[in-house]
């Protein structure tokens, strides 16, 4: 027999599983295009020769033997046997957030994210700048700020403000430029976002 106390409580379990759904599904949406190294779409590690180009004219940043020396890692470095760097971990939830990864940030406004969310961000290249974000994909309520920066490549010397932008490296071999902003003075590209993928300097 089905009492009364049993419709109530069945009808708070429904509730409440309700709830959860619609805070999951309110925390970020999960429609973006992303290359990140957790998508089905992962791509291998990024390894530009020196005078490549993605935007006509400009040739990618190409970092110096030292740099990972630098960051206090090996002077030798092999991807294939893992031995860059190991990506940084953060859990980030509405109040904001920095993650830090060497000389990079990813810095999280109030508000992007609707609740707890463990962010991530990784070297993507042994002889370049590129990070890969996650999770993904993901994009955020309110758009995030990614600084990348040329230290430590060749136009790191170069008077004035260098023809650089972060790029969203849709596949292997697909670039898109995103509207950035050079700081000579920190050495650093900024660009927002409202999606994770991999991102690079070109």
């Known amino acids: 027999m089905i009492t009364l106390q049993t419709i109530k409580r069945?009808?708070?379990?429904?509730s409440a599983l309700a709830l959860v759904v619609l805070l999951a599904l309110g925390c970020s949406r999960f429609d973006a295009p992303?290359?990140?190294?957790?998508?089905?779409?992962?791509?291998?590690?990024?390894?530009?020769?020196?005078?490549?180009?993605?935007?006509l004219g400009h040739d990618v940043p190409i970092l110096k033997q030292n740099y990972w020396e630098s960051l206090g890692g090996k002077s030798h470095l092999s991807v294939d046997d893992g031995s860059l760097p190991p990506p940084r971990t953060m859990i980030i939830?509405?109040?904001?957030?920095?993650?830090?990864?060497?000389y990079h940030q990813l810095i999280v406004?109030?508000?992007?994210?609707l609740g707890d969310v463990t962010f991530q961000m990784g070297y993507a290249s042994a002889n370049a700048v590129a990070v890969d974000c996650v999770p993904s994909p993901l994009t955020f309520q309110v758009p995030v700020t990614l600084i990348l920066s040329y230290f430590g490549t060749q136009y790191e010397d170069v008077d004035g403000t260098p023809p650089l932008s972060v790029v969203y490296m849709a596949s292997e071999n697909s670039f898109q430029p995103v509207p950035s902003v050079v700081d000579p003075g920190s050495l650093t590209v900024r660009a927002t976002t409202d999606h994770f993928s991999r991102y690079i300097i070109g």
Do not use: H, K
């Open 10 to 14: 069945a009808a708070w379990v429904m």
């Open 34 to 55: 992303t290359a990140s190294q957790s998508a089905e779409t992962a791509v291998g590690m990024w390894a530009p020769r020196p005078g490549d180009q993605i935007i």
């Open 93 to 102: 939830g509405p109040e904001g957030g920095t993650l830090q990864l060497g």
């Open 109 to 113: 406004p109030p508000g992007a994210v």
